[in-house]
Nanobody, 124 residues
Framework: QVQLVESGGGLVQAGGSLRLSCTVS????????VGWFRQAPGKEREFVLG????????DYADSVRDRFSISRDNAQNTLYLQLNNLKPEDTAVYYC?????????????????WGQGTQVTVSL
C-alpha cells in the first residue's frame, strides 16, 4: 500500500521559513515523479513544484521560484519542501504528491498518489 505522510506545517510570520517533509512508503521516491501542491481557502489546488523521476529536473510555479526548493533523501525515502521568505498569500494546505509519469504535469489529474496535507499559515 502506498502512503505519503506530510509533516512540518505550522504558523510562521511573513519573511520566515518552514521545511515540510513527506515520508513515502510503498514506493521508492527516486523512481516516481514527486511534487507539492497547495490549496488556499476558497481556491483550487495548485501546483507548487516537482521533480521528475530518475532525474534532477525540477519545475516551479512562478509564484514560488527563488523562494521554495524541493529535495529528496533517497535513503530515508523522504521528500522535502523548503519554504523561505514566506508571504501571507502562501497560506494554504500543502500536499505531497507522486506520479508514475516521466513528465511533470502541473494539473492534478495526472498525479496518482496524494498525502493528507499539512497546514501552513503565514501571518503579517
Amino acid at each position: 500500500q502506498v502512503q505519503l505522510v506530510e509533516s512540518g506545517g505550522g504558523l510562521v510570520q511573513a519573511g520566515g521559513s518552514l521545511r515540510l517533509s513527506c515520508t513515502v512508503s510503498g514506493l521508492i521516491i527516486n523512481n516516481i515523479t514527486v511534487g507539492w501542491f497547495r490549496q488556499a481557502p476558497g481556491k483550487e489546488r495548485e501546483f507548487v513544484l516537482g521533480i521528475i523521476r530518475n532525474s534532477g529536473l525540477v519545475d516551479y510555479a512562478d509564484s514560488v521560484r527563488d523562494r521554495f526548493s524541493i529535495s529528496r533523501d533517497n535513503a530515508q525515502n523522504t521528500l522535502y519542501l523548503q519554504l523561505n521568505n514566506l508571504k501571507p498569500e502562501d497560506t494554504a494546505v500543502y500536499y505531497c504528491a507522486g506520479a508514475t509519469s516521466y513528465l511533470l504535469w502541473r494539473s492534478e489529474q495526472h498525479w496518482n498518489y496524494w498525502g493528507q496535507g499539512t497546514q501552513v499559515t503565514v501571518s503579517l
